[in-house]
């Protein structure tokens, strides 16, 4: 059962796509407040899990939400045509007017990203790889959701940018009070920023504080990888 603070209840979860099963009866629970770091190899399921957890794909076992969550969602990849000559502000506004949202929330999202009045006017096929996941988080946080879902947020941008997201998705986090379920590569960015991590593999499952889990030992049985490649992020 789930406790009174809890946001989400996952309760043996299974996911197969024909006889391939993906994920195999895991059951975990996320606290409101809390930013949950799945990690795992490639091939484990990460994407298919938040992709169950968003109702995207069929599934068995129980997947329950609090009455009062308010979903984003900023996928890995973009199936979309960054050459079409559409504004970011366009973009914006078509989610916004699906949702019956008031105009001036497209300023008060970019803003809170940090993107100007100017780089509304972009096409998004302008935008630079930064600008462009300022954007879809800009476009998750439309709807004023409290709960965000990342898968990977940073895989296709430059050091400097994917530090600069990661920073801002922890502010979002401090300042307005949002569940983070976050899907990532960065076992650094795991220790620094997550309360909670889900480690998911075909041969291991486990929950706990990264301080716990994220050890070489831990590591190296989940990733099959030597253990001081992972060494400098339990120090």
Not at 95 to 100: D, L, M, P, S
Not at 145 to 155: H, R
Not at 211 to 218: G, R
């Amino acid at each position: 059962m789930a406790s009174p603070n809890s946001i989400l209840s996952v309760e043996k979860l299974r996911v197969a796509f024909g006889r391939t099963v993906v994920i195999d009866g895991i059951s975990f629970e996320v606290r409101k407040g809390d930013c949950l770091a799945v990690i795992g190899p490639n091939g484990a399921g990460k994407t298919v899990l938040l992709k169950s957890l968003l109702g995207l794909v069929p599934h068995q076992g129980e997947i329950r939400w609090s009455a009062d969550t308010r979903l984003g969602y900023v996928p890995q990849k973009v199936a979309a045509d960054r050459q079409q000559p559409i504004r970011l502000a366009d973009l914006l506004a078509s989610k916004a007017a699906v949702q019956h949202l008031p105009y001036s929330d497209i300023f008060a999202v970019a803003a809170e990203v940090g993107l100007s009045p100017h780089v509304l006017n972009v096409s998004v096929g302008h935008l630079s790889g930064g600008q462009f996941q300022k954007a879809l988080i800009a476009f998750a946080l439309l709807g004023r959701p409290n709960v965000l879902l990342f898968d990977e947020p940073t895989a296709s941008l430059d050091e400097l940018a994917e530090e600069h997201t990661y920073d801002l998705l922890h502010r979002l986090q401090q300042e307005q009070g949002m569940t983070v379920i976050l899907v990532s590569h960065d076992l650094s960015v795991v220790y620094r920023y997550a309360t909670q991590v889900l480690c998911l593999s075909k041969a291991k499952l486990c929950m706990g504080p990264p301080k716990e889990l994220l050890t070489p030992a831990m590591l190296e049985e989940l990733y099959g990888g030597p253990s001081k490649f992972y060494r400098h992020i339990s120090q």
